[in-house]
């Protein structure tokens, strides 16, 4: 059975970092295009960085492209989000989501194959 497990969210203040992981079972990472979405209060869920195992594209949104990263760690079949220089606007269910086979579905922002419950992340004073 496929999982995808995301704790590490939390509460940090503006400028402050978190880096959330998430955890694979069932599938390999270098078979799949996996990234991060997230839902803000009263908005609908957004693409947030995506990552193709086939080519290595990376995508970043707008908003947090150069303050965010992916990236993982192949033993732990792990992805993670490090997220740096947090806004109060970053506040979200941030969503840990995967394609497989891999291809362009988080690129197009949408119908990723198998996803996290989501871990909230709070960004305030």
């Known amino acids: 059975q496929v999982q995808l497990v995301e704790p590490g969210g939390g509460s940090v203040q503006p400028g402050g970092s978190l880096v959330p992981p998430c955890a694979v079972s069932g599938l390999l990472l270098d078979h799949l295009t996996y990234g991060w979405f997230r839902q803000a209060p009263g908005t609908e869920r957004e693409v947030v960085s995506c990552f193709s195992s086939s080519d290595g594209r990376t995508y970043y949104a707008d908003s947090v492209d150069g303050r965010f990263t992916i990236f993982r760690d192949d033993p732990a079949n792990t992805v993670y989000l490090r997220m740096s220089s947090l806004k109060p606007e970053d506040t979200a269910i941030y969503y840990c989501?995967?394609?497989?086979?891999?291809?362009?579905?988080?690129?197009?922002?949408?119908?990723?194959?198998?996803w996290g419950k989501g871990t909230l992340v709070t960004v305030s004073s």
């Open positions: 989501a995967a394609e497989n086979p891999y291809g362009s579905k988080c690129f197009m922002g949408y119908g990723m194959d198998y």
